[in-house]
């Protein structure tokens, strides 16, 4: 009985007794039944039911953040997403520093060739200026081409592995989208490490972090491609 109606609260015989006129019960007849546990005998009102208010720690724990990620989760997202973003950084080095116009002009000798027993396109790359010997790498940006063919070409450096022979604007496909897919990379370490179910104040700095890691590993490789 107690867990329902609550805790008793004894009445003095000294008090009055309450004055239940005929205008009092007819106003408290025509407001909402709700507000109201008393009938028109001054009864408790058939299936009224006290309810215990919730502890405000309950309702505290009730209101917790989510649970942290699994460091196990968390890690295994940081380093295969970590990896993809090293593979599109460094895809991306050579197209954008060709982009922007730095590189070594030369001539390219179209060659047969076998990448890993597929068929590919190669070419001996010659520097116009002779300031490294002849270089097999792969050439891009042309069409079909027949073997022993010449085409002017350039490359971002010596220790370079591609030759660009087609114009400059078709580029840009080739690591803007690489910087793209790297910053999503960052995104995708914020959402596994659980970035989210941090309190606010960290959040913020690690959604950051996360998204500056990769941004700065791909900017390493720039750098490492000049």
């Known amino acids: 009985m107690r867990e329902m109606f609550g805790e008793p609260v004894p009445r003095r015989r000294s008090d009055p007794p309450l004055d239940l006129d005929e205008d009092t019960l007819d106003n408290a007849a ?17 299936g009224t039911v006290f309810v215990e208010p919730e502890p405000a720690s309950a309702r505290a724990t009730r209101i917790r953040t989510r649970s942290q990620r699994r460091p196990a989760a968390g890690l295994a997202w940081l380093v295969v997403l970590g990896l993809l973003a090293a593979f599109f950084g460094w895809f991306s080095a050579e197209p954008l520093w060709l982009s922007l116009g730095h590189g070594v002009p030369g001539t390219a000798t179209v060659v047969d060739c076998s990448i890993h027993g597929i068929t590919g396109r190669c070419a001996d790359f010659t520097p116009a200026s002779g300031a490294f010997p002849v270089t097999r790498v792969t050439l891009l940006g042309l069409g079909r081409v027949a073997t022993g063919q010449q085409v002017a070409a350039r490359m971002v450096s010596p220790s370079g592995w591609q030759a660009y022979a087609g114009d400059r ?55 490492a491609a000049w």
């Open 169 to 223: 604007s078709s580029l840009y496909l080739r690591w803007v989208p690489g910087l793209v897919v790297v910053l999503l990379c960052g995104l995708g370490i914020a959402w596994g490490t659980g970035v989210s179910r941090l309190p606010r104040r960290r959040r913020m700095f690690a959604l950051l972090a996360s998204i500056a890691g990769p941004l700065l590993l791909a900017a390493g490789l720039f750098v």
């Open 30 to 46: 025509s407001e909402s039944p709700d507000w109201h546990l008393l009938d028109h005998n001054g009864r408790l009102r058939s």
